[in-house]
């Protein structure tokens, strides 16, 4: 109770939140949460989630499971967003010569 005391008592970010989640979650995030910000991410995320205990087994890695393949080509609604090799090299070459 002391150190909950300690970490929330003068902290404006996280004294708010305090309420918002249970006894028990407060103290794995105390427990595996290092500083201010990390803490403010899982209390907030905690009253979206009821598992916070799965988030932080390992804080060092991603949350949950991100897929993605790489593609040599840009999808088509974005390669007209984007200039092509030769106007790279001429607005390059106009910054160059100011």
Known sequence: ?????TEYQWNEFLQPLVAEISWAKHLVIMAKCKDVQEKQFYILATKKRTIVEYALKDSNQPIGIATYSLSSQL????????PNGEEIVAK??????E
């Open 75 to 82: 999808p088509e609604p974005y390669q007209n967003m984007l």
């Open 92 to 97: 390059l070459s106009v910054l160059m010569s």
């Open 1 to 5: 109770m002391d150190q909950f005391y």
